[in-house]
C-alpha cells in the first residue's frame, strides 16, 4: 500500500539556523498539508497546498515557514530561522482528488537548541 | 474556527473490555469526522469516517462510531479490546467550506493491560 515518507526522521538544530523538512506524498495525490505536534499539545494545522500554491494557511504559518514543491514528487516545509517553539513533530499528509481522506507520514521530530 | 475536545486524555482498561471513546466539535454547519490511531511508534493512520449517512460507522479492527448531530459528538467504542489496541486515538474534523484543513482533538492515550 502507498504511504507518504518523510525525511529526516529526527533533526537537531541551532536556534536561528534554516531547516528543510521533506516529504514524498502518495504518487498520485494532488494535496498536499503540513502539520505539527508540540510535546503534549495538539496536532495543529499549518498549511495546504494545491496546484503549486498554497491553498490556506493557519496563523502559525508566518513569514519563517514556506512550503515547495520542488519536483514531481518532494514537498518541503521550510523554517527560515528556527526558534526553540519551533520544536515539534512535524507531519506531512496528503490526499487525493476528491480530498476525502489525509494520509499522514510518520513524521519529522525538530528540536531546535 | 471548529474545535474539537477529547476528554480523559489517559485510559486504561483490560482486554476485554469496552472502550469508549469521546469526541465533541464546537462547528454548527456542515462537517466531516474522523478519527485516527497511531500505534507506538507508528504515523497517525485512519480509523474511521463519516462523511453523510448512516450514523453509525464502522471502521477498522472492529472500531465503530456514531455520530450525533443533535450533541454534536462523533464517539468511538470498540466492545472488545485487545492488547494490540494500545495506542493513541484522536478525533478531527474538517468543514464542508475548511478547504480540508483537518481540526484535531488532543487525543487520548489508550493502554490495554493484557
Known amino acids: 500500500e502507498p504511504e507518504v515518507t518523510q525525511t529526516p526522521s529526527h533533526q537537531v538544530t541551532q536556534m536561528g539556523q534554516e531547516v528543510i523538512l521533506r516529504c514524498v506524498p502518495i504518487?498520485?495525490?494532488?494535496?498536499f498539508y503540513w502539520y505539527r505536534q508540540i510535546l503534549g499539545q495538539k496536532v495543529e494545522f499549518l498549511v495546504s497546498?494545491?496546484?503549486?500554491?498554497?491553498?490556506?494557511k493557519s496563523e502559525i504559518f508566518d513569514d519563517q515557514f514556506s512550503v515547495e514543491r520542488p519536483d514531481g514528487s518532494n514537498f518541503t516545509l521550510k523554517i527560515r530561522s528556527t526558534k526553540l517553539e519551533d520544536s515539534a513533530m512535524y507531519f506531512c499528509?496528503?490526499?487525493?482528488?476528491?480530498?476525502?481522506?489525509?494520509?499522514f507520514g510518520p513524521g519529522t521530530r525538530l528540536l531546535v537548541l | 474556527a471548529q474545535s474539537v475536545s477529547q476528554h480523559n486524555h489517559h485510559v486504561i482498561l483490560s482486554e476485554a473490555a469496552s472502550l469508549e471513546l469521546g469526541c465533541n466539535y464546537s462547528?454548527?454547519?456542515?462537517?466531516?469526522l474522523f478519527w485516527y490511531v497511531q500505534y507506538p511508534g507508528q504515523h497517525l493512520q485512519l480509523l474511521l469516517k463519516?462523511?453523510?449517512?448512516?450514523?453509525l460507522v464502522k471502521g477498522i479492527k472492529g472500531f465503530e462510531a456514531e455520530f450525533i448531530k443533535s450533541k454534536f459528538s462523533f464517539n468511538l467504542r470498540k466492545p472488545s479490546v485487545q492488547w494490540s489496541d494500545t495506542a493513541e486515538y484522536f478525533c478531527?474534523?474538517?468543514?464542508?467550506?475548511?478547504?480540508?484543513?483537518?481540526?484535531f482533538g488532543k487525543g487520548n492515550q489508550v493502554v490495554v493491560i493484557p
Open positions: 499528509a496528503s490526499s487525493g482528488p476528491s480530498q476525502e481522506t489525509q494520509y
Open positions: 463519516y462523511f453523510s449517512g448512516d450514523p
Open positions: 478531527a474534523v474538517t468543514t464542508y467550506y475548511g478547504n480540508n484543513r483537518l481540526a
Open positions: 504518487s498520485n495525490h494532488l494535496y
Open positions: 462547528y454548527g454547519g456542515t462537517v466531516n
Open positions: 497546498f494545491y496546484n503549486n500554491e498554497i491553498s490556506e
